[in-house]
């Protein structure tokens, strides 16, 4: 998109899976990128592919569910160049699985601050960055946000995702008189690292686990889960000028998989 070329973006969860791979196409449209993550080695190979593709891109490490280190995230991107144009709000973890009469209320909190809290954050910190000039911001929720609910287990990640819908609703209206965007994409199951920070009681799960009609990943549209990169168009289509007119709405990326 043409209308990407020296906007500036801020991604969060930009060191692996749909961040990684939406940073990179981002900047190979021309956009500056902040790649945001919880270690700076965890966006060091984002930079170094976009650096290899002749894109400009800086590190910055930040736990996104913590208020003081997101702001100075969007200090640090001020600062270095001087405007902001797109925000994509896509770190997240699968946090623990398990029965809601087994998961603890600390496990209950990690997973809705690092998915729902930091949304909040995200679009608050980004705020007097894009009330001038607009801007677009696009948030990672999930089909187990609305639609899909036969991962067991998922009681704590499946409410924040559907928060994340409800928020991003409310965001779009809030913030339609400074011509900022905010869209939220659902995607399906799709081929990243998210699986590593999964905490699942595999015992516990038992009790709940009923035959699946449909395992995850057999999507109808092409029988296996989705790639990064195929999220990374989605993202450049909302965060672009091609999207002038689209705010306020909830995209499925899924291959048809929440329609089983
Ligand atoms: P991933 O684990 O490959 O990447 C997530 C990145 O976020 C990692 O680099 C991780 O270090 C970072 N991160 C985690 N917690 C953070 C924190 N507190 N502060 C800063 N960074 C943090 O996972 P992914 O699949 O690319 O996930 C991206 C988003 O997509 C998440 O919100 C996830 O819930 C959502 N999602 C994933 C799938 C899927 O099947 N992979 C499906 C639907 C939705």
Redesign the pocket.
Known sequence: YSSLKDKVALV????????KASAIQLAKQGVKVCL???KKD?GKETKEEIESNGGEAIIIE????NPQELEHAFEKVIERFSKLDIVFA?????GTMAPIEDLKPEEWDETLS??LK?TFLTVKYAIPHLKHDGGSIVL?????GSRVFSNFGMSAYSSS?AAQVAFSKMAALELANYRIRVNVIC????E???G??THPKKEQLQKIEIPVKYPEGNQPLEHQ?GT?EQVADLVSFLASDASSHITGTELFIDGAESLL
Do not use: Q, R, Y
Not at 14 to 19: K, P, R
Not at 187 to 190: K, N, Q, R
């Open positions: 969060t969860g930009a060191g692996s899976g749909m961040g945001v993550d919880l965890h930040a736990d996104v569910s896509n770190a997240g973890i699968n690092t998915n930091s990672t929720s999930s089909i187990n995702k995607p399906g199951a799709i990243t690292n998210i590593e920070n889960p990064p």
